[in-house]
């Protein structure tokens, strides 16, 4: 069997993620940072569909964890045949209502851990002829949203730029892809404090049909996946209407804070 290993797999779009994958038959490497929600987690997904789950507890913000999560990407008792980079929060307040130091600890979980953890799995999968990455970003790396939506963007600059590097290797059968959902219902928005009851219902999208609209992508050989009929119009507008006017309206859309 194939093998995915997923960060952030505990609850949200990882956890989607792992239930999707798991039903269509691959093993599972998660990492998340709670050790017994990610033990109950495996041991669900073991037990609905007979697969191998391995358990990673981990901290992506700190070298410690980021290390173990990153060996095992290079070697382990099966080789990983996806990686799903989704381990990302948000921080509670603007700029300057943040400690420095919790920014810093997003840009090491949305940038650092991204970088490593595709560094670590690519020589492998363009050795075996195949695989695939997918970094999960958001519609915030169009638009201007602080350091989220900067480290966000990131994430597609650079998702983009290693699938430029890889291009033509390994008979194209090695794929990375950035994933930019909208707001999906998940405990994202109230761990970071956020008040989204102003979001109109229309805006929301579903979990699962966020993981198949990713994966269909990703089987089509997408450079970036926006999900969504609606983010797909959003995006494409944010291309035209001036930056500076992007900034105003995206920077209060859906940041109210508790």
């Known amino acids: ?23 269509d038959g691959f093993d599972l490497v998660l990492v998340a940072r709670d050790a017994a ?10 037990g609905a569909y007979g697969i191998s789950a391995e358990t990673l507890p981990a901290d992506l913000s700190a070298e410690e964890g980021l290390a173990a999560v990153e060996e095992r990407c290079r070697k382990g008792p099966a080789d990983v045949d996806l990686l799903v980079n989704n381990a990302g929060f948000g921080n509670k307040g603007t700029f300057l209502d943040v400690p420095v130091a919790d920014e810093v600890t ?78 999906v219902r998940t405990e994202f928005h109230e761990r970071a404090g956020m008040d989204v009851s102003g979001i109109p219902e229309f805006m929301w999208l579903d979990r699962d049909k966020v993981v ?17 009929a609606q983010y797909k119009a959003i995006v494409g507008l944010s291309r035209l209407v001036p930056r500076d006017l992007v900034g105003r309206l995206s920077s209060r ?3 109210s804070y508790d």
Not at 11 to 18: E, Q, V
Not at 141 to 167: C, E, L, M, P
Request: positive net charge.
């Open 253 to 255: 859309a859906g940041r």
């Open 106 to 183: 997003m840009l090491k979980v949305h940038c650092e851990a991204v970088l490593r953890l595709t560094h670590a799995v690519l020589p492998g999968m363009l050795e075996r002829g195949r695989g695939g990455i997918v970094n999960v970003s958001s519609v915030s790396a169009f638009a201007t949203r602080g350091t989220y939506g900067a480290s966000k963007a990131w994430v597609v600059s650079f998702s983009q730029g290693v699938a430029q590097d890889i291009a033509g290797r390994a008979g194209g059968r090695v794929r990375v892809m950035a994933l930019c959902p909208g707001f």
């Open 212 to 228: 198949d609209a990713a994966l269909r992508d990703l089987r089509r050989g997408v450079g970036i996946s926006v999900p969504g």
């Open 1 to 23: 069997m194939p093998t995915a290993l997923i960060t952030g797999a505990t609850a949200g779009i990882g956890a989607a993620f792992a239930r999707r994958l798991a039903s």
């Open 37 to 46: 929600r990610l033990e109950d987690t495996a041991r669900d997904l073991r």
